[in-house]
């Protein structure tokens, strides 16, 4: 009988500028200059001799057109904006898109039959937040049934459920000047329908700003009245919805925001803007903020949902989300997370018993 020795495979990443293939460990060098603010020292955690490092970011450099790190004597090595925004986008990308290769390489490695057991993954699509994020990611590593996250705005994604191309729908309900929540927008998707609504997760919206918060902003006026550049989310994202209702309700033109159409696709690309000194200003969750240790001034609170029909909350991945939602450690997953807050239990109820009073 002949065997085959099982070898272990794996999936990785390299990225690509115009065709050709950049050096990782470039990459890895501005980070640490980012973290240190030296580039010696930066050179020493990507294991690069001084000079090889300065002939990485040269070509990087030559390529983008772009000066991407400043040297000051006595001051040491700091990122440029471009060169900021290179990295934090870069660290986003990576982090993102690691939890899917994770994931497929544990498939290619778990024998035919566990593969078989597992089923089919979740279908998720829903605004983005870093809860869910981390959910699915631990979900993966636990070997437990998949999930396949997808994020987009608030109402592309309640509009996917409706018609059935994915299997649950993540979506944030704020709750706007005198206590009335913003459910116009999901409306049509999920009134008179046969879904069941998951309270996720309670989170903090707000201002952020850099650290520090030098312009000294506190309100959506202090936005027009000082000309912050400001870095908005895409149409069609419950942030953005929200954003929007409340310069309704103070009576603040969109032409008034200096980078009212400036736009990012999460509320971790909006914080990294203001972090490479790109702008000085967004509207986001208070958890994002504090990744890049920036400012952060609440100005309302929002509930996050989760939306499925009956046969996804009785399948099996659905009784294995249920399972981690209310476990200890998904808890402890989400307990360093600032602005964060996790309902006692999770109750299905309907559109109608979620908004009854409304």
């Given amino acids: 009988m002949r065997y085959i ?10 990225w690509l500028f115009d065709g050709a293939e950049v050096d990782a460990r470039v990459l890895a060098l501005m980070r640490g200059i980012a973290e240190r603010g030296s580039l ?50 870069t660290v986003e990308i990576e982090t ?20 078989d057991a597992a089923g089919a993954p979740l279908r998720v699509c829903a605004s983005h937040d870093i809860a869910l994020d981390r959910l699915a990611e631990a979900l993966a590593d636990r070997g437990a049934a998949p999930m396949e996250v997808r994020f987009q705005g608030s109402v592309d994604a309640v509009a996917a459920l409706a018609r059935n191309r994915c299997d649950v729908a993540g979506f944030h309900v704020p709750e706007l000047p005198g206590r009335q929540p913003l459910i116009e927008p999901y409306r049509p998707w999920l009134k008179g329908r046969t879904l069941r609504l998951f309270h996720f997760a309670d989170r903090n919206q707000g201002l952020i700003m850099a650290r520090g918060n030098p312009l000294r902003i506190s309100t959506l006026a ?12 895409q149409p069609g994202s419950g942030t953005r919805l929200f954003f929007d209702a409340l310069l309704a309700a103070h009576r603040i033109r969109p032409a008034q925001i200096n980078g009212y159409r400036h736009e990012e696709f999460t509320h971790v690309a909006v914080a990294a803007m203001i972090a490479s000194g790109a702008a000085d200003a967004a509207f986001g969750i208070e958890a994002a903020a504090a990744q890049h240790g920036l400012a952060f001034v609440p100005l309302a609170s929002e509930r996050y949902f989760l939306a499925m029909r009956d046969a996804t909350a009785a399948s099996r991945g659905g009784k294995v989300l249920f399972t981690a939602l209310e476990s200890r450690w998904f808890r402890k997953l989400v307990g360093d997370l600032p602005g964060y807050a996790l309902p006692a ?12 009073q409304h």
């Fill in 40 to 89: 010696r020292q930066a050179c020493g955690d990507a294991g690069l001799s001084y000079r090889h490092a300065w002939e990485l970011l040269g070509r990087l450099e030559s390529a983008m057109g772009e000066r991407l790190v400043h040297l000051e004597r006595g001051r040491g090595a700091r990122l440029t904006a471009p060169g900021a925004r290179l990295a934090d986008m």
């Fill in 5 to 14: 020795a099982y070898m272990p495979m794996s999936v990785g990443l390299r």
């Fill in 345 to 356: 239990r999770v109750v299905p109820m309907s559109f109608q018993d979620a908004f009854v």
């Fill in 96 to 115: 993102r898109l690691q939890r899917e290769l994770k994931r497929a390489a544990a498939d290619l490695n778990r024998p035919l039959g566990r593969r």
């Fill in 222 to 233: 202090d936005l027009a009245r000082t000309h912050a550049r400001f870095v908005n989310r």
